[in-house]
């Protein structure tokens, strides 16, 4: 290998400001564009092709193309990735409004920030207020008036607050009124105007609240509120709906019958469906009492109507279903993907939908018939990150909604057909993680819903085994033997490739790849008998095992010292083996609240002694954001983050890891973002960059490399981070540096041709170098021999400074 030198040679002074020095660390996005949930749509009536998505935690996006192409317009703008509603204004469709905060509760749900909007189509936004409403169920504009716009604020999902109801602005978005409050713990879902009367609108009361153990979905205060005054004034309309509990409902008008109203309505038994009023409300009669309508309603019920045929009726669940006598009868329609949240269609040609779906989004013009891809999205929704060590390297994780999923960091050379061919499924399911075998990484240990499994990439054959020998679905978590959470944590040992770790409310350890287990622990969780329920109340109960309380959410042992293992409940306590689980000691920190999911355990990789937790406390009310240190096997932990050295007070921290390069070089994902730490976390530094506005899951420090997963922007990897190991002595001093290179190897990406490709880096040597204020330079490249291979500038400056 021929060697190359870099000279690098300090010419002149000459007065500069230089920007954010951060801003050579460039992140690019490598997939998947296999598409995550949305839970908004909408289209634009004078531009039959063009359409907007809302991504749960992936932001707005936009296309002009029928959905050939799909492009974010939110990025840069929007304080949270949450999507809630969009309208657009269809005498005006420059202007758009987005509610943030999506409206599909599951225990996941990324919060709101108010209301955005635009003037220009989406280039630019300004936010408008209602910055507390949390999540936001539907957002309506005056058909005659755009000037005044509906908000339906859901509130927020974990906590009861004021700011839930309806809103309206008679100026745009100047100033809001709430019109319509109920109760602290009871908001609005969905909001319509009557078509042949904007003065007439309805709007849907829901009592919705989101813990860590249950969803609540439903209260003696739901229904149906009906103003004819522009929203002055509301009145509650029941007659004909279920007497007692009411849960979420989801209307639907159509132009076509401006007295029918249809609703699916959320309530116990037979008496939950679709209801149906031709007098505007006044009374209703059940019409369906189909269970299909009602699936998960907290997370689905969506209905919609054609706006030229009031009897074709649309319902958005589990499954996509039509009905074409006014939902006395349903037919199931195929969709790219299943479970459905939303549907646009276009007024004048009916025939013209854009539906949303976990899987993304997609576009039909004829009827459903064919739809468009939704493997150009990269929204991908994904739990954690794992890295093998092959060259080069992949990243794997469990992508919600879709199956586990490995991607390279760099394109293989002989992939056929595109980006769609530069991932595959690991084994296991949504849920991850996938975790690949130090030295055969063609294995990679994988979990479905409390199911262990081991696959094989050579031949796609995986070994499935419950570790408890029961599916975690449809039990009380009180009456398991094994409490396995969806999300169950995989660890393979650094010490030992053979041993792995799986955790149920026990560490479980294998050494046989699955086939045989033994527990190396006692119960290591707070359980607390009175949230171990079904999941869901009053009125629906959601089985997934989502919301499996008093589970260890986080394990990783020592790769400095065999047998020390670090492991965090989702209820709160943490512990610590040093001999291999023989004996475990609580050291959970004392003046943490109890009851908070220790998302990540981070074993220092200088110290053995030292170790620090990310602790997710969001699903209890507390936005603080939690991470902490201990030098001395827990005995003692220090609090990182006050809210005032760098993670604002209402960031939520989801993992930290410490560079294996550099002591006390720390990185932390947050719900809206990445930052880092020179100095041990005293002090954190904003380290976003170009990556977008979403949750940070998890991130590994590897071939000084960052490898990061979000929860709605699929992975991204910062190439080479080894400026930061001498930052200080360098950039923050204003001393001028050029930063050793990394060994590059050289490296032929094929060519692609076609939307959908992640991005990849130069395939050549990068030369990272900080120029202080003031200063004028020339550099040059040169080989052995001292021939120049490169310059930039003058050149003929050079010749007398080469020695």
């Known amino acids: 290998m021929k060697r190359v030198t870099v000279l690098f040679v300090l010419i002149a002074v000459l007065s500069a400001e230089n920007g954010n020095p ?9 997939g998947p564009t296999r598409g995550g949930r949305v839970t908004a749509v909408e289209g634009v009536v004078k531009h039959p092709g063009t359409f907007y998505m809302g991504a749960t935690g992936g932001g707005v996006w936009k296309t002009t193309d029928f959905g050939v192409t799909w492009n974010n317009v939110s990025d840069g703008y929007f304080a949270t990735p949450s999507i809630g509603a969009i309208a657009v204004v269809q005498s005006n469709p420059e202007v758009v409004y987005v509610g943030t905060g999506s409206d599909g509760l599951r225990s996941n749900v990324i919060t709101g920030k108010g209301m955005y909007k635009s003037t220009d189509s989406g280039e630019t936004w300004q936010h408008v207020g209602l910055k507390n409403t949390g999540q936001v169920g539907a957002v309506e504009v005056h058909p005659t008036n755009p000037e005044i716009i509906f908000v339906a604020a859901i509130g927020q999902a974990f906590q009861p607050n004021e700011e839930r109801g309806v809103f309206r602005t008679e100026d745009g978005g100047k100033t809001w009124k709430k019109v319509l409050f109920i109760a602290d713990t009871v908001g609005i879902s969905d909001l319509e105007f009557a078509p042949d009367d904007p003065n007439t609108v309805y709007a849907t009361a829901w009592r919705a609240e989101r813990k860590p153990w249950t969803i609540i979905s439903g209260g003696e205060n739901g229904g149906i509120y009906k103003s004819t005054d522009g929203g ?16 979420k409902i989801d209307l639907a008008v159509s132009a076509a019958d401006p007295n029918r109203l249809s609703a699916i309505v959320e309530a116990p038994g037979d008496s939950g469906g679709l209801y149906r009023s031709d ?12 269970k299909e309508l009602v699936n998960r309603p907290f997370y689905y019920a969506n209905l919609e109507s054609n706006p030229l045929n009031a009897d074709i009726l649309f319902s958005n669940a589990n499954r996509f279903m039509r009905s074409d006598d006014g939902g006395e009868t349903w037919r199931i329609l195929s969709t790219p993907h299943g479970d459905n949240h939303d549907i ?49 390297y992949w990243l794997y994780a469990g992508q919600q909604d879709n199956s586990t999923i490995a991607v390279p960091s760099l394109p293989p050379l002989n992939a056929p057909g595109g980006g769609i061919n530069l991932w595959m499924a690991v084994g296991g399911c949504e849920t991850g993680p996938a975790v690949p075998k130090p030295g055969a990484p063609w294995i990679v240990y994988s979990n479905c819903k409390g199911r262990f499994g081991t696959f094989d990439k050579r031949t796609g054959q995986e070994k499935r085994y419950y570790v408890g020998a029961a599916n975690i679905y449809g039990h009380n978590p009180k009456d398991m033997k094994f409490r396995f ?41 707070a359980f607390e008998p009175d949230k171990q329920v079904f999941s869901g109340s009053p009125i629906t109960r959601d089985i997934t095992g989502e919301e499996n309380y008093s589970t260890i959410y986080a394990i990783r042992e020592s790769a400095l010292k065999k047998g020390v293992i670090w492991v965090g409940a989702n209820d709160g306590p943490v512990h610590v083996t040093r001999n291999s689980g023989k004996n475990w000691k609580n050291v959970t920190p004392k003046d943490l609240l109890p009851g908070g999911r220790v998302d990540a355990v981070e074993p220092s990789p200088h110290k053995a002694s030292k170790a620090y937790i990310a602790v997710l406390r969001y699903q209890l009310g507390d936005w603080k954001p939690y991470i902490y240190k201990t030098e001395n096997y827990g005995k003692s932990w220090v609090l990182l983050t006050n809210g005032k050295n760098g993670i604002p007070a209402d960031y939520p ?25 020179f100095d041990d976390g005293e002090t954190w530094r904003a380290f976003q960059q170009n990556l977008p506005v979403t949750p940070v899951t998890d991130i590994k420090v590897y071939r000084n490399n960052l490898a990061i997963s979000t929860m709605g922007r699929s992975f991204w990897v910062l190439d080479d981070i080894s400026a930061l190991h001498t930052w200080e002595k360098s950039v923050d001093t204003g001393y001028t540096t ?12 094929r060519s692609f041709g076609r939307s959908g490709v992640p991005d990849y ?30 310059s930039s500038p003058h050149l003929e400056l050079l010749e007398s400074h080469i020695e």
């Open 485 to 525: 959470q969806r999300v169950s944590p995989i660890h393979v040992s650094a010490h030992d490739p053979n041993t792995v770790y799986h955790t149920s409310q026990f560490v479980h350890k294998t050494t046989n790849d699955g086939e045989t287990w033994e527990i190396i622990s006692p119960d290591l969780t």
């Open 653 to 677: 921290t989801r993992v930290v890891r410490e560079d294996p390069n550099r002591k006390g070089l720390l990185y932390a994902g947050t719900e809206f973002g990445l930052f880092m730490s």
């Open 232 to 247: 002055d004034t509301w009145r509650l309309k029941r007659n004909g709906l279920p007497e007692g509990l009411i849960g």
């Open 22 to 30: 951060f801003d050579i660390f460039q992140y690019r996005n490598i």
């Open 279 to 290: 007098d505007r409300s006044e009374s209703f009669r059940q019409v369906s009492d189909r």
């Open 738 to 749: 050029l930063f050793k290179p990394k060994d590059t190897h050289r490296y032929r990406y």
């Open 344 to 392: 646009w269609i276009h007024p004048a040609d009916t025939s013209l939908w854009v539906q949303a779906n976990d899987g993304g989004v997609n576009v039909t013009t004829n009827s459903g018939k064919t739809w468009t891809t939704q493997f150009n999205q990269p929204t991908a929704e994904l739990y954690q990150v794992e890295v093998d060590d092959q060259y080069p």
């Open 761 to 790: 880096p130069p395939s050549s040597v990068i030369i990272d170098y900080f120029l202080a204020n003031e200063t004028r330079h020339v550099n040059a490249v040169l080989d052995q021999a001292l021939n120049v291979i490169r």
